[in-house]
């Protein structure tokens, strides 16, 4: 069974630019969680998805941040205008149905440094 | 609201020694509560996790945890550490509703002395 797919691997850019992630999760999973880990702390939640649908994005800055997820497939999390405290590694984890109950699979991360 | 604390963010054990990580949490409802690894560079990889049957919890690579409401604490155990076992371990907690994201703790990196 393939894991979930992050692209790009790494990513730098300047303050003020614009960025986006993108991730494929298992293939038959409904539930796509997006999470923000800054060095030295623990992964933090930004958006949960539920096919197509938007579950949680309770921590989501949506003034800058945005995500979406067509066709209750591939998902993109998109940041605009980055600021520098946005440098992070960007987790993706999919799972069957509820996460709590079958399990969360992660990807391995796009790192985003933003100079 | 659900959160995770982790007691130290480094641990230093001696190779074969006893591996200690220490988890409390807070929930309003009952949690599910998770283990996770996380090598450099890498994603997370699930160790273990409590899902309100038994309370003592094994999981992969020798590690087990047991869960103990009265204390709020899920406790990460292994009884001879490895050197393969330097990494950063997350506790992790889930209220298992709809919205059923992961709140993790801040992390504790283990160290593993030769």
């Known amino acids: 069974e393939a894991g979930v797919a992050q692209s790009p691997r790494y990513k730098i850019i300047e303050k003020r630019q614009s960025v986006a992630f993108w991730c494929n999760p298992i293939s038959g999973h409904a539930t796509l969680y997006w999470y923000q880990q800054i060095l030295g702390q623990g992964p933090k939640l930004l958006i949960q998805f539920q096919n197509n649908g938007v579950v949680d994005d309770s921590q989501l800055p949506k003034d800058r941040f945005s995500a979406e997820r067509l066709k209750g497939v591939d998902s993109t999390l998109k940041i605009q205008p980055a600021k520098l405290e946005d440098s992070a590694v960007y987790l993706c984890?999919?799972?069957?149905?509820?996460?709590?109950?079958?399990?969360?699979?992660f990807g391995s991360g796009t790192r985003l440094t933003v100079v | 609201a659900q959160s995770v604390t982790q007691l130290g963010s480094h641990v230093s054990v001696s190779e074969g020694a006893l591996v200690l990580l220490r988890c409390n949490y807070s929930?309003?409802?009952?949690?599910?509560l998770f283990w996770y690894v996380q090598y450099p560079n890498q994603g997370l990889q699930l160790l273990l996790k409590y899902t309100s049957a038994a309370t003592l919890v094994k999981g992969i690579n020798g590690f087990e945890a047991e869960f103990k409401k009265s204390e709020t604490s899920f406790h990460l155990t292994k009884p001879s550490a490895h050197m393969s076992d330097a990494a950063e371990y997350f506790c992790?907690?889930?209220?298992?509703?709809?919205?059923?994201?992961?709140?993790f703790g801040k992390g504790t990196h283990l160290i593993i002395q030769p």
């Open positions: 992790a907690v889930s209220e298992g509703g709809g919205a059923d994201g992961l709140t």
């Open positions: 929930s309003s409802v009952p949690p599910y």
């Open positions: 984890a999919s799972s069957l149905d509820k996460g709590s109950v079958y399990g969360y699979t």
